[in-house]
């Protein structure tokens, strides 16, 4: 078993720079096999801890999108119809030779409810991804992105998943997840989520880097920025952050930005570099002044 | 050790912060697999496994901090958990000495310095530098903590500062507080109205869901439902419908924001600051004796700066006395021609005209291009007969005339209305339903006293229930 710091040092390693807090959600979700709710501004990483995390550990990612109208045909199981009924018509003359020894009406429709679980099996079940992560033999990971934009409806339904982690199939009754997935759910935050889900969840917040571990991060990513430009770019955006923009810059814009500037090949920031590349960093139009303006009063 | 997490759960809860017995349980699991290493480490894992909430982790901090107070240090070699408690049950006094004195934590050397205003600049950036000791700090000696306390966390040397002419701190503290004169809202009151607005929503969306599902059904789509069906062979076992294209409701909001009713009207443009979009197409106008639109000001500016902008007088003029009469002719000119959709109509104002022309022929024109129309006004029923008020006049014309005093009142009444709203576009069958529960619901006249006095608990009613809304 990994200890704290050896999530930290793995994550790391994987090129995914996590504080004290991340590492220790993880480990204790590991460990207490319980899922993880990771709230926070969009483009903080939410996703990517997930992502680090499944190359890190080596589970198998499985991911599930939500979106308004998910039932569970899509997110646990469906049964396939076309297949059922393309075994009927390749078994019907096999159908007949068994039926044909029955008697009368009765004892054949006795004969075939007694083999109708056979149109019932997991040979016709479709596993959609919660499913599918509960039957994998190895440990996997399943991601629910974006639980905020599902509707309450389908929160309930994911309520016997995440806690007993099994899944109840009417026509097969209940199916236990063979190993239990390191399970992550995200959410924006843009619906409240029910104190139910929330419960049941380790709560995690991921906000805004601190400066050093932003710093950090870019030098991971992007190797070749060096360490001036990357804490001058971080200290900027960190100004920015507070400038009461429409869409703030996130860890994502950061790692955009030094992607450009780094083809870009610059060394240091000044207002025209800004200005030129600003598109990267604001994305609306009334902001784009804002961050220029930043930009020549900071940076002149 | 559990006893402990147990008083810190009932801790938390005696703060507001809900918390269930299974959330404790992981609580002490969770502290069992990580083992105590420091308190940061251990506030950590408290906080993953007891807050499910972001608004939750101050509140929680503070209740931490107050809990695990930093006078007790531990070898780590002894026995934790019996140390532990034997600690707790040795610092009881201290609470009880917390207790009495609940103005302890204000005491902050800001207010200090401000008072004694000969103190040289150098010596006040050195004092400033003396912050506060962060508890997560504390593990260690006794000493280096102090040392950490003293230096920052930084741990420079004291040294001699450069004499500034302006010193930023003094300037700061300087600054007198007067110069907030305009009507901005605090941060609370913005969550408040977050709170009540996401409560309305909560409420609405059960109703509109179930009502939307139906309403969008239409006509059979017959390539849909042939589609749909080739795994059954064509039998149409599943039917696919055509759905209907739905519109958002549309609202247009005139909001009177002269003194008389700036705290009403405030709290209208903010509710409707937190709505746009969410359900709503809503245009929204402000006047005084001139008329405005700020729609686009309100989906695009932060509120606070709106309400700046409105009281310093940049999109309409203040100093004016407001007219009723004026403004419905201003906009009957400039904005009915363009209003589309049969928009519902909300009027915030107390119709205190000024002894203007009444013009109240303009609102008979609004009704025909309005499915309905709602007036809100903060005055009581009793005082809309004296002076130049025209509530009586104008309500003639309206649907419904609402007494709203509170943000709860308004959001109540705007709740009804968009309920009103989405029964009227409702498939028939769901129309009757709602009619018919609205029936059926118990009359309680206690709803008349309490909408619109809400303010103060068992006040006195004051208007006639009979002629209060409905003409």
Redesign the interface.
Known sequence: MIS?QGVKDLLNTGGYIAD??IA??V??AL??E?PI?I?GPPGVGKTGLAKALSTALDFPLVRLQCYEGIDEGKALYDWE??KQ?LYTQLLRTQLDTYLSVSADLREAVERLSAEESLFFSKNFLVQRPILRSFLSEKRSLLLIDEIDRS?DEFEALLLECLSDFQVSIPELGVIEAKRKPLTILTSN?TR?IS?AL??R?????IGYPELEREVAIVRVKFPEICEDLARQMVSFLRKARDL?L?KPPSVSETLDWAQVLSILKATQLTPEIVANTVGVIAKHQ?DLQKVTDLAAQELS | MERIIAGFVADLRKSGIRVSPGESLDAVQALGFCGIHDRKSSRQILRLTLVKNVNDIPTFNEVFNRYFSRFQFVDPDTNLPDLMDAAITNMEGEFNYLDQLPGDDHDENGPLLKLDSDINPEDLAELKSLTEIDPDDTDGIEITVQMKGYRGKAKKAPRPTRRYTQNPLTIELNKSNSTQMGITFTPEEQIAMQDVVSRMMMRLRKDMKRMKNNQNRGKLHVIKTIQKNYRHDMVPFQVALRRKRREKPRLVVLCDVSFSVSHASRFMLLLLHTLHNQMLDVRSFIFNREVAEITEMLANMPVNDLMETIDMGDIIDLDENSSFGQVFLAFKKRYLENLRGRPAFIILGDARNNYDEANDWVLDEIREKARYMLWLTPEERDTWSRGDCLMDIYGSYCDKVEVVKTVEDLSLVVEDLLRDIYADRAHPIDRKRLLEAKAAEIYDSKDYYTRGTSGGAGSEPVFDPAGRSHW
């Open positions: 704290e004290d807090a220790t959600a480990f204790l460990h207490m319980k709710l709230e119809y076309g009924l509707d935050g409240m104190d929330r419960r969840c380790l709560y995690l917040y009461n429409r009334t």
